[in-house]
């Protein structure tokens, strides 16, 4: 294992720490419990937004707080849940009267946590509403989860319900925006090499030379197909009509399509996708009217990419155009 890291068990609390020293003017960081939070919280008149799931998938969660996203965010170990404790704890510090929206990837351990927290919140009288990511067309069950994985569409709810809830938007109506959001968009995800997480010390699963998975999950998870290599236009194609196919998508939709790095995957092969993914969407008569291509949710060091796409409403595009300050993503500020 060669890895940037002095000990595999100070890896997620010293990565934390510096998240804190590069952005002291976006987040803050609480320690025991770990989360993540915005140097600014509790915004008052604001519902606060909380999600969060393991490490090892950064930018997300923990990069994505601040202005125009996320309130907080609660980091587990590497590919493991957080702590009930961790999203109490932060719910308390970000809260402003106006109630807490929980953003919840479809991973048991995840979804179990975030309720536990959600009861202790409730105790204190915290309004709390939970909605569930669900977007991951390569697999309905998995390692992780009852139904399909939470993935890619996880990062464009927190930007659009993010913006929202600046706009002052009401816990009902930003949970109804939430689940809309995540009804509009598919994913899918494919790996040319596994990832290895620090505690573990190897690859969480073997792939040939000549091999790739496609479907996979962003914990290593088994996808929906091991097959030889192929070309990035064939790989885009493959699961490009896995998602258009799933919704699904129609000649006259405008879309949002999210070209993710899983880790190692670099730029310009993402753009090699893209170019592909757009013919395929033109050909459709599919207008993609927003776009966001780079390593946004990611599996640690894992050579692949996953496709998202978001069918879009005005609300969504004009949401989506509003400002935005995070570690990971910003525009308009």
């Known amino acids: 294992m060669k890895k940037l890291i002095n000990k595999p068990e100070d890896v997620v609390n010293e990565e934390l720490e510096g998240l804190a020293l590069a952005f002291p003017d976006i987040v803050k960081v609480n320690f025991s419990p770990n989360f993540v939070y915005r140097a600014d919280a509790p915004v008052k008149g604001k519902v606060a937004v909380i ?22 965010a609660c980091p587990g170990q590497v590919f493991t849940s957080p702590t009930p404790d961790q999203m109490y ?12 929206l929980f953003i919840v990837k479809n991973y048991s351990g995840d979804i ?4 536990m927290a959600a009861d202790l919140a409730k105790g204190d009288g915290i309004e709390v509403k939970s909605v569930i990511i669900d977007d991951d067309v390569a697999v309905q069950n998995s390692l992780y989860t009852q139904g399909r994985r939470g993935v890619g569409t996880t990062v464009l709810t927190e ?3 993010g913006a929202a809830a600046e706009k002052g938007y009401s816990l009902e109506k930003l949970a109804e925006l939430a689940k809309k959001v995540n009804g509009n968009g598919r994913s899918m995800g494919m790996a040319l090499t596994s990832c290895t ?22 914990h290593g998870e088994p996808g929906r197909e091991r097959m030889k290599l192929k070309t990035a236009d064939e790989i885009t194609e ?11 998508f129609k000649a006259g939709d405008e879309v949002l399509a999210f070209v993710n790095s899983m880790g190692g995957t ?5 753009f090699i996708l893209y170019r592909k993914l757009h013919k395929i969407l033109d050909l459709k008569g599919i207008k993609i009217v927003r776009k966001l291509i780079g390593r946004y949710i990611t599996s640690l060091e894992m ?5 998202t796409l978001l069918k879009l409403d005005e609300e969504m595009k004009e949401l989506w155009d509003e400002p935005v300050k995070t570690p990971g993503l910003r525009w308009g500020i």
Do not use: R, W, Y
């Open 51 to 72: 999600s969060g799931g393991g490490s090892g998938h950064e930018p997300m969660h923990g990069g994505f707080v601040g202005k125009g996203m996320l309130d907080a």
């Open 89 to 100: 704890e932060a719910a308390k510090k970000v809260h402003s009267g106006e109630g807490i």
């Open 112 to 115: 179990m946590n975030f309720d």
């Open 159 to 161: 930007k659009i319900v």
């Open 197 to 218: 997480v620090p505690m573990a010390g190897k690859p969480t699963f073997e792939l040939a030379e000549d091999e790739m998975e496609i479907g996979i999950g962003i």
């Open 238 to 248: 493959i699961l490009a009509d896995a998602v258009i196919n799933d919704l699904p």
């Open 266 to 270: 670099p730029d310009i092969e993402l």
């Open 303 to 307: 050579q692949g990419a996953s496709i």
